[in-house]
């Protein structure tokens, strides 16, 4: 397996990452039950004094109602109503207990201290009774006959555990904590270890690589491209960024290429592919200085799509698109010869260039063109001279030469075509050279 620098500080991070992940996750478990042992010793000190309470009800009834069989009739009910309200709290404050109990132990003992409360308030009723009914003496024997004290002390137990309890809790809280500070510091010790390591390591295997970088990249800088290439033993992400620099280097000294390989496609349509109308431009210069020197014809057709706004109205610009795409294939396939030229000469118009082809051989290109179009048999239902997409063509040949512009040559194909599309379009014309008043479609404002 081959460790590159970029795994080497991956690795190096994630061991540094997992100890503080592994520091935290001890942290928050122990800060948890740390949260939930404090939780637990509330609710212990709530039932103590939930205890306590109902131990002071229970006393406090207990003596109402000794007081009652000791008091004379005309203070009597007063004691009965408060031993009537302390025997209430003690209910209240076992329902409250219950509530906040969970532990099995601790419940039997509730359960059995409910039973002699039950039991006590029961006898002490009779008792009361006993003394309304004129029996004061037996009333007094029969309340002093039982101790109140076992029933007062039944809780005693569930008060002891509760305390035990929260003694524990606080044992466990104390233990926690101080594992919390022992792991924290340990971890942040090897942690600050293991990156002083790291850092030492990786800084004396880069900085003399990079500087090696360094040297090199300021040699480039300064105009030098005769830069010894640079090897680095090793397969790692240094060893790559040499290479990439040697390819760099490379690829400098093979820039103009490269900016040829540019210009070339600059001169290609976005859309349809074919030539643009720079590349229009050079090629019909290119082509009329050739010939300039031979006695040969120079031919240039011009081309556009009838009624193509209307068919943008009712299709849309994106079938629009497609169509132009379209025509242009179909232009393609039917000129191939050498020199020649298919380019887009702008929006719906097209333009070929046919090098050394006399006037018959290009109308015979652009009947190709208007059957192979007809053959593809694009909708157009906006037209109104066919239900498919058709052409007007323009046609001009001239013997280029040296005192004749190739605008010349524009001109005439602009004016033929102009021509075909006054006279009905979807078909060709050629351009006739009798001195005709034939206005220019350039310098008219109309639908194209």
Known sequence: MIFTLRKRLYISFLIIIMMFIATSAVTTLLSQRIVRLSNDILISSSRMEVIQRLNLFARTANDNGAHYLLAPLYVEDTFKSDFDAAAQFVDEEILRLSALTTDPVSLGQLDEFKVKWSAYVQSSQ?????????????????FTKDSFDPIAFSLHGFYENEQSRIEAYQNEIERSSHLIGTVNLFMAATAVVASLMIALILSNYLIRRIDQLRTSTQTVARGDWQVDALHFKGKDELSDLADAFNTMTHSLRNLMNSNQTLQQLSMRDGLTGIANRRSYDEALEREWSRLTLTDKPLSLILMDIDYFKKYNDLYGHQTG????????????????????????????????ILPEQTEEQAVQVAKRIQQALMDTRIPHKNSEISEFVTLSIGISTMKPAPQILPATLLAQADKALYQAKETGRNQYYLYQSDPVDIPCPREIEGEQ
């Open 126 to 142: 009779k008792i009361i009774a006993l003394k309304k009914t004129g029996l004061v003496t037996v009333a007094q024997e029969s």
């Open 321 to 352: 698109d497609k169509c132009l795409i379209q025509v242009a294939a179909v232009l393609s396939k039917q000129v191939m010869g050498p020199y020649e030229v298919v380019a887009r000469y702008g929006g719906e118009e097209f333009a070929v």
